[in-house]
C-alpha cells in the first residue's frame, strides 16, 4: 500500500513549529515525512532555513515516522560527513532515515565560495559521492580521488543495513540515469503526461522495480481564493523549469523572478484548489502511475488547517 507523507517545508517554518506540525501530522494520519535541506529559504518571504539534520533527529525520537531529506553532496557537504550522519540516525532508528541526492542549486551551494559546476559535471561529482557513501556504509577504509577527495576515511558507527539512497530527478533525462545506481527515484508533482515520462525513463535507466516517491506541491485552504493568494505569496518563485531554479543564486533574485508571475501561472506547477475531492482525484492520479509515497507540500501557511482537512478526508479516501 502506498503511502501517504507530510513535507516538512524549513524554508517557510521554524524547526520547532515543524516539529510541532510533523507530530500532528502522524497523529492525523500520515504515515511518513520528508523534509528540505537548504541554507538559505528561496525567497524572504519564506523567512526561514533551519538546519535539516538536527531537525531529523528530533523529529525521528519524536515521532514513528520514517524521515527523508533532499540533499546535494559534494560541495556544501562532504560526502564522507553525509555518509556519517546518516548512518548515525539510521543506528538509533533503524531504517527510518533516507536520503534523496541531487546536484542541488547555487543557492545553497554558492556559500562555499568555489564556483558553481556545469551540470554534468555537478551529476559526475554526485556519482561519485554515492560510491564514496555506499562504501563507507559497507566499512570500507575509502581513498578518492576525483571531482570530490577522501582520504582514509572509514565508519566506525555504521547502520544495520544499507541507507536508502533515492535519487532526486525533475527531467526525463536525469531520471533515466538515476535509474542506473540509485536505490529508487523522487520527483515533483506535474500534470500526468508529464510525469509519466519521467517514470518511463526512470524504469528504462534501470528503474524498473525499484520505489518511487513524488513530492507534490499544493495550496489548499478554505476557499479557492485564499489558496491561490496563499500560493502566490510563498512560491511563486518555485514554477520555473529546473535548469532556472539551480542557477540562480540568492533569495533577491529568486523573489525578483517571481515578480513578473501571474495567479494563473501556477496551474500546472501547483495544484491551488479548496475542493478536497480535486486533491483526491490528483493524487489518485499520481497513485495510477506507480508511486509507492506521496509526500504533500502544502505551500501556503496554513499548516493546521491543511493537515486537519487531508486528515479526515483525503488521507482515507486514498487509503481506501
Known sequence: MSLIGFHA???????????????????AGFQAALNSDHFHPWTEAQ????????????????????FGSVTAPGQRYHPAIVAQALATLNEMFPGRAWMALGSGQYLNEAITGTGW??????????KECVDIMRALFRGETVTH?????????????????????VGAAVTPRTAE????????????????????????AFRKGGGEGKPMFLKVQLSYASDDELARE????????????????????????????????QPHDLDGPLRVSSSLQQHVD???EDLRLGFDRLYLHNVNRDQDGFLEAFGAKVIPALTR
Not at 538546519?51 to 514513528?64: I, P, R, V
Request: with cysteine; charged share 20%.
Open 9 to 27: 517545508s524549513h524554508e517557510q517554518f521554524t524547526p520547532s513549529e515543524l516539529l510541532r506540525l510533523s507530530q500532528k501530522a502522524e497523529a
Open 47 to 66: 523567512g526561514q532555513s533551519g538546519f535539516a539534520w538536527a531537525f531529523m533527529g528530533a523529529a525521528l525520537a519524536t515521532t514513528g515516522l520514517s
Open 117 to 126: 559546476p556545469a551540470k554534468d559535471l555537478r551529476n559526475a561529482r554526485l
Open 145 to 165: 580521488r576525483g571531482l570530490v577527495t577522501v582520504e582514509e576515511a572509514k565508519l566506525y558507527t555504521r547502520p544495520r543495513d544499507m541507507p536508502l539512497l
Open 177 to 200: 540515469w538515476v535509474g542506473s545506481w540509485a536505490d529508487g527515484l523522487i520527483t515533483t508533482a506535474r500534470p500526468p503526461e508529464e510525469l509519466r515520462k519521467v517514470v518511463d
Open 230 to 261: 496563499g500560493a502566490c505569496n510563498q512560491w511563486a518563485a518555485n514554477i520555473f523549469s529546473n535548469s532556472v531554479l539551480t542557477d540562480l543564486r540568492t533569495p533577491a533574485q529568486f523573489a525578483e523572478a517571481a515578480s513578473v508571475v
Open 282 to 284: 490528483w493524487l489518485g
